[in-house]
């Protein structure tokens, strides 16, 4: 009950964090604006870039662009498909910092006097699903109010589709947290657990491709990296994509327990 | 009531044996201090006993819980050397988290209280990069004093400030030792002497000795002379010439320790006065018995 409450606690601060403190507000309108800019170029254009689908097609191939001109929302099929590979990108940039300035700075010291190891790991995760939780609904809304303003009968689909893509794209984003949460603690700042994991990302990547290569039957040893399953989501528009869940959820619960297994042991 | 045991601890850095062997219990009472010079292994203890990191060898228990157990995170507090509060949120909401997050039935109230025990009521809004280095130390203390917690160790809890700050700590530590057991650590052992019942002194990471600061000298008595700075060697053959004398030390701010036979000349501290006012010798204290310093490094 403790570990709970302390988990949601540590939680609301690091929502805290990113919408009352000056810092977070900063980073949280450089993206806005980030996005801002993608809207006004890629997402209000959906309509046209749909029709027009043989440039978009020779962009993201052709089954991408046909699943695209399937939402009923064209805006909603773009948005899908830029936060599918942007949004993991920018989870990697955001989440690195979850503990690794704390931890040089002596504070993971203090808050580890008064709660569990575990739930400050825990908490810090479940913050900065929360933060980009928020990031999600803020596009998602950029999003419906285009769309809106396009064509008012749309307002039903565009909060299904919203409501759709928010919580997949939630999913998707968990393991990347979960990692970035992981090798955050061996990191003396957000930007060395950036470099991190660049490094074992692209050790992993080539590793793992040059041992499938020698031995077809090790591909699946391509599903430990997050967001592996995002190739067969691109095409999905409906519930369905669900069934996609099994490999985010197993990885973000494999990250999850190796992270707490070192944060109880780690040296702060 | 025993907070503290370490049984046979021992923590290695790679190949760095920082602490070794180290047995010795902390009892509830007045505050204790841990004394030992640079790299004695004092802030790895600490961190051992606060949990936050764990031995290489042997146990350490607090409250005959190991340390990172939650029900210790209620009786323990600690003071890291160099920890700092997070520069993004005021004072006041981040001592409010730790005091939610330990389960503190009135936070706001607590954290009040805290801060006006460090007199520090007035920053509650402040931000920590607002403080003065003397002020960030109160405030950490602050957030220790949070949830009364039975045994509170701080390390180098004066280390760098100015003197009204290190006051105020240690009048601080005085106040409150009635209700929580102090253990501090600090290079000060003058500072250690004013505020402390019980030394634990440790040296290469072994444990040296674990005793009382009053001393135990047995038929041997001590006195301490501070002359002013005019004292030469005439000083010193006026003292050696006080009945009673067994050695004599000098040091070279004009400190004069003094071993006499305490059974066969109970009055030598009033003979030496009488001598000193005879002799037209200045001097600017005379305390009984060794200050720590002398005891832990003097070759007698």
């Not at chain 1, 052709?62 to 699943?67: A, D, G, P, V």
């Not at chain 1, 041992?211 to 190739?231: C, D, H, M, W």
């Not at chain 2, 907070?3 to 790679?14: A, D």
């Amino acid at each position: 009950m403790t570990t709970l409450r302390n988990i949601t606690l540590i939680a609301a601060t690091e929502l805290t964090r990113v919408l009352i403190t000056r810092r977070g507000l900063l980073s949280l309108l450089a993206f806005a604006l980030i996005w801002l800019l993608i809207v006004a170029t890629l997402i209000k254009q959906a309509p046209a870039l749909v029709q027009n689908g043989a440039t978009v097609g020779s962009l993201l191939g052709s089954e991408t662009i046909l699943s695209i001109a399937q939402w009923r929302v064209a805006e909603f099929g773009i948005h899908w498909i830029i936060a599918l590979y942007v949004f993991p990108l920018c989870c990697v940039l955001y989440a690195a910092d979850q503990t690794a300035s704390d931890k040089t700075r002596g504070t993971l010291k203090l808050l580890t006097l008064h709660t569990s190891r575990s739930s400050l790991f825990l908490g810090r995760f479940f913050g900065m699903l929360a933060v980009q939780s928020v990031v999600i609904a803020f596009t998602l809304l950029c999003t419906l109010v285009v769309a809106v303003s396009r064509d008012a009968s749309l307002l039903q689909d565009s909060l299904f589709n919203g409501f759709f893509i928010w919580i997949n794209l939630i999913i998707v984003l968990a393991p990347y947290t979960a990692l970035m949460a992981i090798i955050s603690l061996f990191a003396k700042s957000g930007m060395q657990a950036i470099s991190y994991a660049s490094i074992l990302w692209i050790i992993l990547l080539f590793s793992i491709s040059w041992v499938s290569n020698r031995y077809p039957e090790a591909a699946a040893l391509k599903t430990i990296f997050p967001g592996s399953q995002i190739g067969s989501l691109v095409t999905h528009r409906d519930w369905s994509s669900l069934g996609t869940i099994t490999v985010p959820a197993i990885q973000t619960l494999l990250f999850l327990a190796i992270g707490l297994f070192t944060m109880r042991r780690i040296d702060l | 009531m025993e907070l503290v045991r370490c049984e046979n601890l021992g923590k290695r850095y790679g190949r760095l044996q920082a602490l070794s062997g180290i047995n010795l219990t902390i009892e509830q009472g007045k505050p204790v201090a841990l004394v030992g010079p640079n790299g004695a292994g004092k802030t790895t203890l600490m961190s051992l006993i606060g949990g936050f990191i764990r031995p290489s060898a042997g146990t350490v228990t607090v409250c005959g819980k190991t340390p990172q157990d939650l029900s210790v995170k209620r009786r323990l507090s600690v003071l890291p050397q160099d920890a700092r509060l997070d520069p993004n949120f005021s004072i006041g909401s981040q001592l409010t988290l730790y005091a939610k997050l330990r389960g503190v039935d009135k936070p706001d109230t607590e954290v009040e209280k805290a801060l006006e025990l460090v007199q520090l009521q007035d920053r509650i809004k402040s931000k920590p990069t607002e403080l003065s280095h003397g002020m960030s130390k109160r405030l950490l203390i602050a957030q220790c004093l949070l949830g009364q917690p039975e045994i509170i160790l701080l390390d180098e809890p004066t280390a760098g400030i100015d003197p009204p700050n290190a006051k105020l700590i240690r009048d601080l530590i005085a106040a409150e030792s009635g209700s929580s057991t102090f253990v501090v650590s600090s290079h000060n052992l003058d500072e250690l002497e004013k505020i402390c019942e019980k030394v634990i002194h440790l040296s290469d990471g072994k444990l040296i000795s674990e005793a009382s600061i009053t001393e135990d000298t047995g038929d041997w008595g001590f006195l301490t002379l501070q002359a002013d700075s005019s004292a030469d060697q005439s000083t010193r053959q006026i003292i050696e010439s006080v009945k009673g004398l067994v050695n004599l030390n000098t040091n070279q701010h004009s400190e004069f320790t003094i071993e006499f036979d305490a059974v066969r000349h109970p009055q030598f501290h009033i003979a030496l006065l009488q001598k000193l006012a005879d002799n037209n010798i200045q001097y600017k204290k005379l305390t009984n018995g060794r200050t720590l310093e002398q005891r832990m490094y003097s070759q007698n």
